[in-house]
């Protein structure tokens, strides 16, 4: 089973400012690597896909990168609505599909 | 517009059953694999399970292996689940997810879920 490790646990930044979130397989997921976002009650949401491609809809202040175990989501100028939890999941070697524990992001 | 909601989930007894239903529109449902994810209260997302899309092929968790069965009916656009043996930390919201077209896959649709709470 592939493992996602993801950091930090909470992420505490200023609106208006850039937050990078990190995720870490522990073997090659090649770059099938998707990253999903939730807010409080809330189902999740499709961000990225193919560790760097945003999905329909997903504004331009989100990136990704990485491939092979290493990967990060960036968010470049914190807008209120992005405030969230925010999970890495990888689809490359499965089953089981593994997701990461969460990084919540919160104002600082 | 891919709309998935999921029903059936509510109070059920430990060592109890339960069949959880996903309706499935705006989509050509018998062209996507699809999946069962689940959250426990407070907790991050575990993948469940899933389907091919002509249901041929199933793929559990080891948590739910044995326990639980998905399963699918293509002309009535529906994903179903059906949960045996219930225990206590089996209580999670249950989210179906559609997945996306190629291969591999990803989900690219999530229903709002349905609350599975296992309890005396």
């Known amino acids: 089973e592939i493992v996602m490790t993801q950091s930090p646990a909470t992420l505490s930044v200023s609106p208006g400012e850039r937050a990078t979130l990190s995720c870490r397989a522990s073997?090659?997921?090649?770059?099938?690597l998707a990253w999903y976002q939730q807010k409080p009650g809330q189902a999740p949401r499709l961000l990225m896909y193919g560790a760097s491609t945003r999905a329909t809809g997903i504004p331009a202040r989100f990136s990704g990168s990485g491939s092979g175990t290493e990967f990060s989501l960036t968010i470049s100028s914190l807008q209120s609505e992005d405030f969230a939890v925010y999970y890495c999941?990888?689809?490359?070697?499965?089953?089981?599909?593994?997701f990461g524990q969460g990084t919540r992001l919160e104002i600082k | 517009e891919v709309q998935l909601l999921e029903y059936g989930g509510g109070l059920v007894q430990p060592g109890g059953s339960l069949r959880l239903s996903c309706a499935a529109s705006g989509f050509t449902f018998s062209s996507y694999a699809m999946s069962w994810v689940r959250q426990a209260p407070g907790k991050g997302l575990e993948w469940v399970s899933a389907?091919?899309?002509?249901?041929?092929?199933?793929y559990y968790a080891d948590s739910v292996k044995g326990q639980f069965t998905i399963s699918r009916d293509n002309s009535r656009n529906s994903l179903y689940l059906q949960m045996n043996s219930l225990r206590a930390d089996d209580t999670a919201v249950y989210y179906c997810?559609?997945?996306?077209?190629?291969?591999?896959?990803?989900?690219?649709?999530w229903g709002q879920g349905t609350l599975v709470i296992v309890s005396s």
């Open positions: 073997q090659s997921v090649s770059s099938n």
């Open positions: 389907i091919g899309n002509n249901g041929d092929s199933t």
């Open positions: 999941q990888q689809y490359n070697n499965w089953p089981p599909r593994t």
């Open positions: 997810a559609k997945g996306s077209s190629g291969w591999p896959y990803y989900f690219d649709g």
